[in-house]
């Protein structure tokens, strides 16, 4: 699965997915837990990555 911050139109699609997931009150649906559990992982592993790069990058442009 592609990263949700390397391109916008992945991480809206991935807001979609979420919210869908968290149901509705309007047509009484209930919450998808294990898929929110399944996209908050992956939110939070691919923010893991990126922080990792980022912060390669950063110690990089600082022994320069």
Not at 23 to 35: E, L
Request: net charge negative.
């Amino acid at each position: 699965m592609q990263n949700i911050f390397r391109n916008r139109d992945v991480l809206k699609q991935w807001a979609m997915d979420l919210s869908d997931a968290c149901g509705s009150q309007i047509v009484k649906r209930p919450p998808d837990v294990k898929k929110i559990d399944e996209l908050i992982e992956q939110f939070v592993l691919d923010y893991n990555v990126n922080m990792q790069y980022m912060n390669e990058v950063r110690n990089a442009a600082e022994e320069e």
